[in-house]
């Protein structure tokens, strides 16, 4: 059975910096790219960023690029996002995701594509 936990969410002031982690279990963690999204209240959910199954590629939405990182640490089966310089327009549930195929080259932005889900950690920010 599959489980992935996220924390770190909260509120924090325009300009302030999150960490969120995301702890996995249930498989085998290093095979499977994962990918951070965010869903605002009626809005879809959108991707935010992915990182391949090592660790060697990491891609960003547009709208976070240069302010967010993605990384994985495939010993402690636990994948984070450092978010800084955030923005009100960043509030939304953020959810972490495992792929559902192993040892993708690029790993997709779909969230179809990705089989595994956790339950969400809120982050609000404050203008």
């Known amino acids: 059975q599959v489980q992935l936990v996220e924390s770190g969410g909260g509120l924090v002031q325009a300009g302030g910096s999150l960490r969120l982690s995301c702890a996995a279990s249930?498989?085998?963690?290093?095979?499977?790219?994962m990918g951070w999204f965010r869903q605002a209240p009626g809005k879809e959910r959108e991707f935010v960023s992915t990182?391949?199954?090592?660790?060697?590629?990491?891609y960003y939405a547009d709208s976070v690029k240069g302010r967010f990182t993605i990384s994985r640490d495939n010993v402690k089966n636990m994948v984070s996002l450092q978010m800084n310089s955030l923005r009100p327009e960043d509030t939304a549930n953020y959810y972490c995701?495992?792929?559902?195929?192993?040892?993708?080259?690029?790993?997709?932005?779909?969230?179809?594509?990705?089989?595994?889900w956790g339950q969400g950690t809120q982050v609000t920010v404050s203008s």
């Open positions: 249930g498989r085998t963690f290093s095979s499977y790219a």
């Open positions: 995701a495992s792929e559902s195929l192993p040892f993708r080259v690029v790993p997709s932005r779909t969230p179809r594509e990705y089989g595994y």
């Open positions: 990182i391949n199954w090592n660790g060697g590629r990491t």
